[in-house]
């Protein structure tokens, strides 16, 4: 069965949490230790800002999934 632009378009729509989750925490933690070595606090700002990047990475991925849960339920 071949795949619509649509279905191949909501694919990666749904594959970008995984990046996002990765990515974010990442980016926050290189953040954390730019600022760890500008101020000496050596890994307590790597590990926070890496810990608010997964964390804020899972929150938009649960209010997406349950956005798209309620437009799912929702009659056409």
Known sequence: MAKTGANIS???RHSTGSYELVFSAA???LIGLGLDTLLGLRPVLTVTFAILGVVGA???IYFRYREA????????
């Open 10 to 12: 909501q694919g990666i």
């Open 27 to 29: 980016v926050l933690a």
């Open 58 to 60: 899972i929150a938009s």
């Open 69 to 76: 849960m309620k437009n799912q339920s929702r009659p056409r």
